[in-house]
């Protein structure tokens, strides 16, 4: 596999933290409806990706439990890497994205992943990711275990 030029992944960071802004993700869960108990994924899409390139998923993830949960794991067979990031303000207005350490989704609460937030990297594809196309990604939690997600490839126009 050829590495990728570090002006494609500065574009490419550009493109994934275009629409960013430093908005709390964690939302009430008056807005949401919550599951009787457990962890439920709601609104998931994924953005289009190159092959050898990096996509990003957003979703809300409702915690209907009582007691907090803690995401252990991310896969897909999609990517070669699939992390947790967050994304935060540095010097200058700039905006900056690191790994999430320790993701804890708060009981009975609602974490919604979206742009200039939480989000999921998918890094490393394997093959390009068009709108119309699905990702089955899996999360694994402390408590709830493995769920599987099916998530549309959607353009960011889709989601506003």
């Known amino acids: 596999m050829k590495p990728v030029p570090p002006l494609l992944l500065s574009i490419t ?18 807005q949401f409806e919550l599951p009787d108990s457990g962890i439920e994924i709601t609104d998931a899409w994924a953005r ?8 990003a998923i957003y979703m809300n993830v ?22 947790l990031h967050e994304t935060y303000e540095l010097a200058d207005d700039m905006m900056g994205m690191r790994e999430a350490e320790n993701p804890v ?3 009975r609460g609602v974490v919604s992943m979206q742009p200039g937030g939480f989000h999921i990297m998918l890094m490393q594809l394997n ?6 196309d699905e990702v089955h990604l899996v999360l694994k939690f402390a408590l709830a ?6 998530v549309p490839v ?3 126009s889709e989601q506003n």
Request: glycine share 10%; aromatic share 4%; with cysteine.
């Open 13 to 30: 960071f550009f493109i994934l933290t275009s629409s960013c802004n430093s908005e709390n993700t964690e939302l009430q869960s008056s």
């Open 48 to 55: 289009p990706g190159r092959i050898n390139g990096v996509s």
């Open 62 to 83: 409702l915690n209907g439990s009582a007691e907090p949960d803690t995401l252990i794991s991310l896969s897909s067979s999609i990517a070669g890497l699939v992390e």
């Open 105 to 107: 989704f708060p009981g």
């Open 127 to 132: 093959q390009p990711l068009n709108v119309g």
């Open 145 to 150: 275990g493995d769920i599987s997600v099916p």
């Open 154 to 156: 959607q353009s960011q």
